[in-house]
């Protein structure tokens, strides 16, 4: 029987994923509470939801020197920036108050929830220091809605997607100026927003208590590797990510245990896992990031084509999305845009008949990146490149359009500009 078909009475049994997270959704509170106490007037406790009006500053008072981009990810510590956001839930009070503080340590209980049972996701976006001297996020919207979705999935507190994109924006208010000074335009850093359950109680149970932190890192950039990238294929005794699993989510859960392939794959010269999903071998995501590939159909037509997002087996890229939808914008009529499940037997079809054109990686560490190669049970994909192992005609376009954006050499609405604070606010 269809989920459709089945009485509502009997939805939660068919669709319980579903069904808990709309309740969790239902039960947060939709207005803030009152000043002196949680409750709603009448006896009955109110908990707090995220506020990000109410953050409050201590800045830091040894700023450290901001290193060289190069030096900065040379070593075996990511460096951060001088500043992070946090902020405490307890399901009996809700959210306490935001706090922008110096960076530092965590203090946690050897007992918490995230260092057990997996109780942590996060998010990664990117902010930019634009040619016209602006500051800018990419579409930070769509990072706080999915950060929200993959709360609910691993039961930790939600929260007003926008509230977490107030506080994004403010501590890039106070670490972008210097950390990404106008001089030095065409530099990013990597923001990473993370939620972690941390009630210090052994149990497998969904945490009671839980804390939010935003830090802002370096990062290296891995967007143009010498002769493009190289993909192995996942070995037949491992999967990534399964139909009815939380590959659309991103917890951490997603990551350790795809590490041992990865590590791997490395030693024999590729760059990354091109996972395969099923006994068709369906192709889904090139290591952690989106895949595609530009090939001409049988019929002529040439085609842009990646994995779908319906059976919720991959995540949805935010890089991903903006690929999909500059090329239907922009390409239209010259290239058709196709999400929908396709096969490694596929592709080797498709090279040996010499339909394959060029292929990519997109998501936000490595942006927009090339690919050259696809290893396959000892048979080697080798993927067109441009002139000089430069992007592809299609990968080049849309890596330009969007990085454009980021810069600023486009205005655009998917770049949110900071609103940089010259001088410090005051302190608490």
Same mark, same amino acid.
């Given at each position: 029987?269809?989920?459709?078909?089945?009485?509502?009475?009997?939805?939660?049994?068919?669709?319980?994923?579903?069904?808990?997270?709309?309740?969790?959704?239902?039960?947060?509170?939709?207005?803030? =509470?009152?000043?002196?106490?949680?409750?709603?007037?009448?006896?009955?406790?109110?908990?707090?939801?995220?506020?990000?009006?109410?953050?409050?500053?201590?800045?830091?008072?040894?700023?450290?020197?901001?290193?060289?981009?190069?030096? *900065? #990810?040379? %070593?075996?510590?990511?460096?951060?920036?001088?500043?992070?956001?946090?902020?405490?839930?307890?399901?009996? $009070?809700?959210?306490?108050?935001?706090?922008?503080? !110096?960076?530092? =340590?965590?203090?946690?209980?050897?007992?918490? +929830?995230?260092?057990?049972?997996?109780?942590?996701?996060?998010?990664?976006?990117?902010?930019?220091?634009?040619? &016209?001297?602006?500051?800018?996020?990419?579409? !930070?919207?769509?990072?706080?809605?999915?950060?929200?979705?993959?709360?609910?999935?691993?039961?930790?507190?939600?929260?007003? =997607?926008?509230?977490?994109?107030?506080?994004?924006?403010?501590?890039?208010?106070?670490?972008?100026?210097?950390?990404? !000074?106008?001089?030095?335009?065409?530099?990013?850093?990597?923001?990473?927003? $993370?939620?972690?359950? /941390?009630?210090?109680?052994?149990?497998?149970?969904?945490?009671?208590?839980?804390?939010?932190?935003?830090?802002?890192?370096?990062?290296?950039? @891995?967007?143009?590797?010498?002769?493009?990238?190289?993909?192995? $294929?996942?070995?037949?005794?491992?999967?990534?990510?399964?139909?009815?699993?939380?590959?659309?989510?991103?917890?951490?859960? #997603?990551?350790?245990?795809?590490?041992?392939?990865?590590?791997? *794959?490395?030693?024999?010269?590729?760059?990354?896992?091109?996972?395969?999903?099923?006994?068709?071998?369906?192709?889904?995501?090139?290591?952690?990031? #989106?895949?595609?590939?530009?090939?001409?159909?049988?019929? %002529?037509?040439?085609?842009?084509? /990646? *994995?779908?997002?319906?059976?919720?087996?991959?995540?949805?890229?935010? /890089?991903?999305?903006?690929?999909?939808?500059? *090329?239907?914008?922009?390409?239209?009529?010259?290239?058709?845009? $196709?999400?929908?499940?396709?096969?490694?037997?596929?592709?080797?079809?498709? &090279?040996?008949?010499?339909?394959?054109?060029?292929?990519?990686?997109?998501?936000?560490?490595?942006?927009?990146?090339?690919? +050259?190669?696809?290893?396959?049970?000892?048979?080697?994909? #080798?993927?067109? @490149?441009? =002139?000089?192992?430069?992007?592809?005609?299609? /990968?080049?376009?849309?890596?330009?359009?969007?990085?454009?954006? @980021?810069?600023?050499?486009?205005?655009?609405?998917? %770049?949110?500009?900071?609103?940089?604070?010259?001088?410090? !606010?005051?302190?608490?």
């Amino acid at each position: 029987m269809a989920p459709s078909a089945v009485p509502a009475s009997q939805q939660d049994d068919v669709n319980l994923t579903a069904a808990a997270i709309h309740r969790k959704e239902a039960a947060q509170p939709a207005t803030k =509470p009152h000043p002196n106490g949680h409750s709603n007037g009448n006896g009955v406790a109110k908990v707090a939801p995220l506020d990000a009006s109410l953050l409050t500053y201590t800045l830091t008072e040894n700023p450290r020197p901001v290193p060289d981009e190069a030096v *900065a #990810n040379a %070593g075996d510590e990511t460096v951060a920036t001088d500043h992070m956001v946090t902020a405490v839930w307890r399901a009996s $009070t809700g959210w306490a108050t935001p706090e922008l503080k !110096p960076y530092g =340590p965590l203090s946690l209980m050897p007992t918490a +929830s995230c260092l057990h049972y997996a109780t942590e996701c996060f998010e990664g976006l990117k902010v930019f220091r634009g040619y &016209d001297g602006k500051l800018r996020i990419f579409r !930070p919207d769509r990072n706080a809605k999915r950060m929200h979705m993959s709360a609910g999935r691993i039961s930790l507190p939600l929260f007003e =997607p926008a509230e977490l994109e107030k506080l994004m924006v403010a501590l890039l208010s106070v670490d972008g100026p210097r950390w990404l !000074p106008k001089d030095k335009p065409g530099n990013f850093l990597y923001l990473r927003p $993370t939620l972690i359950g /941390t009630q210090s109680q052994l149990g497998v149970q969904a945490p009671k208590e839980a804390m939010l932190y935003i830090i802002v890192t370096f990062m290296p950039r @891995m967007d143009s590797p010498p002769g493009g990238m190289r993909l192995h $294929t996942s070995p037949e005794d491992m999967v990534r990510a399964w139909v009815g699993g939380f590959g659309y989510a991103k917890v951490g859960a #997603n990551y350790g245990p795809s590490l041992m392939a990865t590590q791997d *794959a490395r030693r024999r010269g590729y760059h990354q896992i091109l996972w395969l999903y099923g006994e068709q071998g369906e192709c889904t995501e090139a290591g952690a990031s #989106n895949f595609f590939i530009v090939w001409k159909r049988k019929d %002529g037509q040439k085609e842009l084509i /990646t *994995a779908p997002l319906d059976d919720k087996l991959i995540l949805d890229g935010v /890089t991903r999305r903006s690929c999909i939808e500059v *090329a239907k914008e922009r390409l239209a009529g010259e290239i058709e845009v $196709t999400e929908r499940k396709y096969t490694i037997a596929e592709l080797i079809e498709a &090279d040996a008949e010499g339909r394959i054109l060029e292929s990519f990686a997109a998501g936000t560490a490595y942006f927009i990146c090339p690919v +050259s190669q696809i290893h396959h049970r000892g048979q080697d994909i #080798n993927i067109p @490149m441009g =002139p000089e192992g430069a992007a592809g005609e299609i /990968t080049g376009k849309i890596k330009g359009w969007i990085g454009d954006i @980021m810069y600023g050499r486009e205005q655009h609405p998917w %770049g949110f500009i900071i609103p940089e604070k010259e001088s410090r !606010p005051a302190e608490d």
